[in-house]
């Protein structure tokens, strides 16, 4: 094997523009079709999977559930959603040109806001896990929790994902992101 694909973590304080980003994007020529093939079909399954279970459950209720399983799905089909997009929309971009042509707000916003809907999915699985277990456990009580306890329960999980993420970036003073870089083995 002669090339392969390496894992290669930037400091976010040596780069001091965004051209710089484009040093650290290299793919071998024959890889951007298949990244964007694969990425495609990826990105409608998951935006239009996730825009079919919200609009399935907004306007139909056609999933039944309880209410509070209910906003815990619906509010983990938005935050897919939107990390799909957001992710996803830049990926493609970044691929058809071969560089970063969205600018430096983009920047910022794919780095450091695209963890907060991050965190927050990952929050919400480990809600939806626990709800399930105290559904199992204290049925009774379960029935008694509402719509807007779900909503509480959501609010603390954006709430705390923004104050997660915020905080570590002003303990690190800096982010660093991780970027796929086409490595030559010759080259070691």
């Known amino acids: 094997l002669r090339r392969m694909v390496k894992l290669k973590f930037v400091d976010a304080a040596n780069i001091t523009k965004i051209d710089d980003i484009n040093d650290y994007l290299h793919f071998p020529d024959w890889a951007y079709p298949l990244i964007i093939v694969y990425h495609i079909p990826m ?64 920047c910022f916003i794919q780095g450091m806001i695209g963890y907060i809907p991050t965190f927050c999915e990952l929050l919400t699985l480990v809600i939806i896990s626990g709800y399930r277990v105290f559904v199992l456990l204290k049925p009774f009580v379960a029935q008694n929790l509402g719509k807007k306890h779900g909503k509480i329960i959501m609010g603390i999980i954006w709430g705390f994902s923004i104050v997660f993420v915020v905080n570590a970036v002003f303990i690190m003073g800096q982010y660093t992101f991780l970027i796929l870089t086409y490595w030559d083995a010759t080259h070691q």
């Open 43 to 106: 990105l409608i399954c998951a935006m239009g999977g996730n825009i079919l279970v919200l609009y399935g459950t907004l306007k139909f209720n056609a999933i039944s559930m309880d209410k509070v399983s209910l906003i815990f799905l619906e509010h983990l089909a938005f935050v897919d959603f939107f990390i799909a997009f957001l992710s996803g929309t830049t990926i493609l971009i970044t691929t058809f040109t071969k560089r970063w042509v969205l600018g430096e707000a983009m």
